[in-house]
C-alpha cells in the first residue's frame, strides 16, 4: 500500500443545511482503497420570544409558557465530523456530532459527541445505523434551524438491514413501542421504499409496518405511509415536500407523537413544504411552511421560517433566518430569529 503516494482532492457531499459545496478531503492508498474525512464547523446566534419556551432547534413538540420570555444563545453543537472508509465494493461510514448532551453554559460550555451513523455498506446491502429507509433526505429544506420544520418530517436514525435494487429498498429496523411497553419488543419494523429519479427531481413512496406491544401479552400493528420529493423548477430553483399519514408515531415529527397512548395506536397527518429560490449563483432564499396533526394526543402543531444564505467562499456559507413555531390547541407560539456560518472541511 505504500508505494502509492498520497493524494488529496475534493470529494463532493449533499447534506441537507446547504447549498455550500462540501468537499471531503481523499486519501488514496490503492487503486480500490481510500479513506475520506469530512463534516463541516458550525456556529448558531439565535433568539427566540415567545410564550413557547426557547429550544436549540424546533422539534415537534414543545412547552408552552405562563408568560413571554426572550433568550438569546450562541452555540456551535452542529459541527459534526465523518469518515468514510472504501476497499472496493465495501464501504464504511461514520459520523459524530456534539448534541450528546453535558457541560454547562456556566463555565466551558463543554458538549459530549454522540454518533450519528455508524454502517457498512457491501453492494446493494447496507448493515448498521443511519437515516430510516421511511426517509427521503432530498426533500430536507435548508434551513439554519438544525433540520428545519422537523414537526412535519420524517427524521429518525436507528439500526437496520437494508436491501437496494434500483429506485427499491426493502429494511427491517429497530423496533420500538414509545408509550407501550418495548421491553416486549421482539418484531423489527418493515419499510419498503421506492424512489422514481430524473432529470426533474426525485419523487419517493414509502410503507411501513410494526408491532406496537402495549403490555406483555398485548400489541397492536401500526401502518403508515409517505410520499416526499424534491422537484426541480426554473433554473437552479426547487420545490421539496413531505406528506406522512397513518399509524407512524415517532417516525415523524421528532416527539411530536407516542406510538400508543393509553394503549390505542396514536394516528398521524404531517406535511412540509419549501421553495428554495436561487437570486444568483451564490444567493439564494428558502421559504418553509409545515405542521402535523395527532388524534388522540391532540397535537396540532406547526412552523414556518424564510432565510437567505449565501457562499462567501466555496467553503463557507452564511445565512440569517426567521421564522415561527406555533401550538394551535395551547394557544402558544413563538418567533425565532438565527444566523448561522458553516465551514464546510
Partial sequence: ??????????????????????????????????????????????????????????????????????????????????????????????????????????????????????????KNVLAGQTWSTFMNTSAIPETADFAGATVGLV???????????????????????????PDYDNIPDVIAKYTLTGDWGNLSLAAMGRELNIDKDDSETAFGGSV??????????????????????????????????????????????????????TLRSTFMYGRAETDLGDADNSQWSVNLFNNLTKELAVGFEVGQFKMHNADADSYYGQFSMRYAL
Avoid: C
Avoid at 452542529?78 to 459520523?95: A, C, M, P, Q, S
Fill in 155 to 181: 427524521f429518525i436514525r436507528q439500526g437496520q438491514l437494508r436491501y437496494t435494487n434500483g429506485g427499491l429498498q426493502l429494511s427491517i429496523e429497530n423496533p420500538e413501542s414509545e408509550g407501550g411497553a
Fill in 1 to 122: 500500500m505504500m508505494k502509492h503516494s498520497l493524494k488529496l482532492a475534493a470529494a463532493g457531499a449533499l447534506l441537507a443545511f446547504s447549498g455550500s459545496a462540501l468537499s471531503g478531503y481523499e486519501i488514496k492508498l490503492s487503486d480500490d482503497d481510500k479513506l475520506i474525512f469530512g463534516g463541516y464547523i458550525k456556529m448558531d446566534a439565535r433568539y427566540v420570544d415567545g410564550d413557547v419556551s426557547y429550544k436549540d432547534f424546533w422539534i415537534g413538540s414543545g412547552s408552552p409558557r405562563e408568560d413571554n420570555a426572550s433568550q438569546f444563545r450562541v452555540f456551535a453543537n452542529e459541527t459534526r465530523f465523518n469518515t468514510k472508509y472504501v476497499h472496493g465494493d465495501l464501504t464504511g461510514f461514520i459520523e459524530m456530532d456534539f448534541y450528546g448532551g453535558g457541560g454547562t453554559q456556566v463555565i466551558s460550555n463543554s458538549a459530549n459527541p454522540r454518533i450519528r451513523h455508524a454502517f457498512i455498506n457491501y
Fill in 228 to 281: 416526499a420529493g424534491k422537484i426541480n423548477t426554473f433554473g437552479k430553483d426547487d420545490f421539496r415536500f413531505q406528506v406522512h399519514f397513518g399509524e407512524v408515531g415517532r417516525y415523524v415529527g421528532v416527539a411530536l407523537a407516542k406510538d400508543l397512548v393509553n394503549g390505542k395506536v396514536e394516528d398521524t397527518t404531517a406535511y412540509l413544504a419549501a421553495y428554495r429560490h436561487w437570486w444568483n449563483e
